[in-house]
């Protein structure tokens, strides 16, 4: 495992602790991505004790395809939701049992490390972070993934779903996504707070989720992770990203697009939806 660094001290992971957690995969179309993520975490060194994969997708059932390719050491609950309830709700369907930790998992994240989540889990514990944790994310283009966020603004939203007009936030969009480093450090990388973390890798401690609550299903799917984030900050439990630690992700966005796009594409509307959603119902998380 990487050195555990936290204002230049090290730590360990307290002796005798057996950490377990439930994983999370809320699926639509992506049977087999699907089944390549489950087939990484059953050679991970810490498996979970289960996973819940939630489709959404109208049809095919995603079952059938991840049953036939995989003989799996770990219990899969598989529930299929062909009028798409949603990702937040889907989620918050998946989220049970009496596990030490929940992990949220988009289908396309890879694992480029079979000691991931054993270590991650045990620097967790070594520095008695009780927030959400995510790792760095590496595009296929080398590039990382804006894992780490401050809360945006409506401004900062609509910059990065139509790119057009991105002139008139520039400060904005700053703001937002530039707070914090996403890239991989190897080693001596500081752990500092986040205002909130992207959930496509979301490790959240089981006793944060009932404090806190779960994802807040006003919002189908974008928006709910950064409402979590900001109510585990305002209750004390504040995100870290543990960037001593690297998976890959597939770097696209469902969100993004042109002017014309907000008529064209339903999950461009969607965001839109959801965000105003957020500045509406929000500001006492805000303020």
Not at 1 to 20: F, H, K, W, Y
Not at 121 to 150: C, H, K, M, W, Y
Not at 161 to 181: D, K, N
Request: hydrophobic share 40%.
């Amino acid at each position: 495992m990487d050195e555990i660094v936290r204002l230049g001290q090290t730590s360990q992971a307290p002796a005798n602790v057996r950490a377990t957690y439930r994983v999370v995969i809320v699926d639509y179309g992506k049977a087999a991505a699907v089944t390549t993520l489950l087939s990484q975490l059953a050679l991970q060194t810490l498996q979970p004790e289960s996973v819940a994969v939630l489709d959404n997708a109208p049809s095919p059932r995603s079952d059938e395809a991840i049953n036939a390719a995989l003989e799996l050491p770990f219990h899969v609950d598989y529930q299929h939701f062909p009028e798409n309830i949603g990702y937040s709700r889907a989620c918050n369907i998946g989220a049970k049992g009496e596990c030490t930790f929940l992990l949220f998992l988009n289908p396309d994240i890879e694992f480029v490390s079979t000691e991931t989540m054993r270590d991650v889990i045990d620097q967790v514990l070594a520095l008695g972070i009780d927030g959400p944790v995510g790792v760095s994310q590496r595009n296929p283009d080398g590039t990382f993934e804006v894992v780490a966020r401050r809360v945006p603004t409506l401004g900062a939203i609509i910059a990065r779903r139509v790119p057009a007009l991105a002139p008139l936030f520039t400060t904005s969009v700053q703001r937002y996504t530039a707070a914090y480093a996403n890239e991989h450090t190897v080693g001596h990388a500081p752990i500092e707070p986040a205002e909130w973390l992207q959930s496509s890798f979301l490790l959240v401690p089981r006793s944060t989720w009932k404090q806190v609550g779960p994802f807040d299903e006003r919002y189908f799917v974008f928006m709910a992770d950064v409402d979590f984030g900001l109510r585990c900050w305002n209750a004390g439990k504040p995100s870290h990203l543990l960037r001593n630690h690297c998976i890959a992700a597939d770097g696209l966005r469902s969100s993004r697009g042109g002017v014309l796009d907000i008529f064209r594409s339903r999950s461009l509307r969607i965001h839109l939806r959801d965000a105003l959603k957020f500045f509406l119902c929000s500001r006492r998380l805000r303020s």
